[in-house]
């Protein structure tokens, strides 16, 4: 079945350690995005890919890095520099066209600071 | 900027109970309106996705509503079931140019008491 995967379920993270998290998808989707999610809050758009070797920003980019090298996969590097990153971390997808296509999201990453 | 309101933040109703979850955003130029559901720890599941020229899309027991002029959307929920309990989030795709014009609302926690 065709999917996002994310990778791992749990991540634990030292002060001061960079970690990266997981996102692969197989929907041979172009464009692929990182959101965080914290309690009370909406979900918050931090990186967004619509091509491979391409990304942007979004609202809340500082602290974190991406690439995009292979159209399957959108890795999150959460960096010593983030100084809040206890958060769920949420990886998706979209098909081609602007209008037609939802978005299809991964099952996430909890973060934990510790 | 597009801001999406949902109302309530929580509701409890007891099993077979009929239900109507709400979404409101404040700016009507929109292409599309996505549904979800989200439960404990995990990622969201689509639900359904209104075009902005569409004025419901239905699934099962779901029924979801848009009118795009008064910047409404409602998720009907017919025969509400224990399973049925998780949160519901509604997401507005902006019409502008670029990528980063996805708004998600803060979500519905619902619960069915058997």
């Known amino acids: 079945d065709g999917g996002i995967t994310q990778s791992p379920k749990y991540l634990f993270r030292k002060e001061g350690q960079n970690v990266t998290l997981s996102c692969e998808q197989n929907?041979?989707?172009?464009?692929m995005y990182w959101y965080r999610q914290d309690p009370g809050q909406g979900l918050r758009l931090i990186y967004y890919s619509q091509i491979v070797n391409d990304f942007q920003k979004g609202d809340i980019a500082e602290g974190y890095s991406v690439s995009r090298e292979k159209k399957e996969s959108f890795p999150l590097t959460v960096t010593s520099a983030q100084k809040n990153p206890t958060a769920f971390y949420l990886c998706?997808?979209?098909?081609?066209?602007?209008?037609?296509?939802?978005?299809?999201f991964g099952s996430g990453t909890r973060l934990t600071v510790v | 900027k597009q801001e999406v309101t949902q109302i309530p933040a929580a509701l409890s109703v007891p099993e077979g109970e009929n239900l109507v979850l709400n979404c409101s955003f404040t700016?009507?130029?929109?292409?599309?309106l996505q549904w979800f559901r989200q439960d404990p720890g995990k990622g969201l599941t689509s639900l359904l996705l209104i075009q902005s020229s569409q004025r419901e899309q239905t699934s099962g027991r779901l029924n979801a509503s848009l009118d795009k002029s008064s910047g409404r959307s409602t998720l009907y929920i017919a025969a509400s079931q224990p399973g049925d309990s998780a949160t519901y989030l509604c997401a507005v795709k902006g019409d502008q140019t670029g990528a980063n014009n996805l708004f998600f609302g803060t979500g519905t926690r619902l619960t069915v008491i058997p």
């Open positions: 700016d009507s130029a929109i292409y599309n």
């Open positions: 929907l041979n989707h172009d464009a």
């Open positions: 998706a997808s979209r098909g081609p066209g602007a209008t037609l296509h939802g978005y299809t």
